[in-house]
């Protein structure tokens, strides 16, 4: 199977769209639980696991200001440009 984002569950799929669509209010690296939550805070974070899989993004944390980013991996950029046209 190849790396798609159509390969994701509907839910995982809406989860990277929203982070890739909130992206633009963080400078590229859309805070965890942030702007956006498709299911719940608590399954999201399944969804977010299922992005990871997927290599489409990772995560990284901010001692300085105790949050959690996402950082979309290069795949993840080029499959936001592919599929909703959004240049990351």
């Known amino acids: ?8 569950t509907p839910n995982a799929k809406a989860y990277f769209e929203a982070a890739v669509k ?10 965890v639980n942030g702007n956006f939550t498709i299911l719940s805070a608590k399954e999201d974070r399944g969804l977010l696991t299922a ?3 997927a ?4 995560t990284w ?13 290069e795949f993840g950029r080029a499959e936001a440009k592919r599929v ?4 990351l």
Request: overall charge negative.
């Open 55 to 58: 290599d489409l993004l990772t």
């Open 51 to 53: 992005c990871k899989r």
């Open 1 to 8: 199977m190849s790396k798609s984002v159509e390969n994701l």
């Open 84 to 87: 909703l046209g959004v240049e």
């Open 22 to 31: 909130d992206a633009g209010n963080w400078n590229g690296n859309p805070l």
């Open 61 to 73: 944390h901010d001692d300085e200001m105790n949050s959690e980013y996402i950082q979309f991996t």
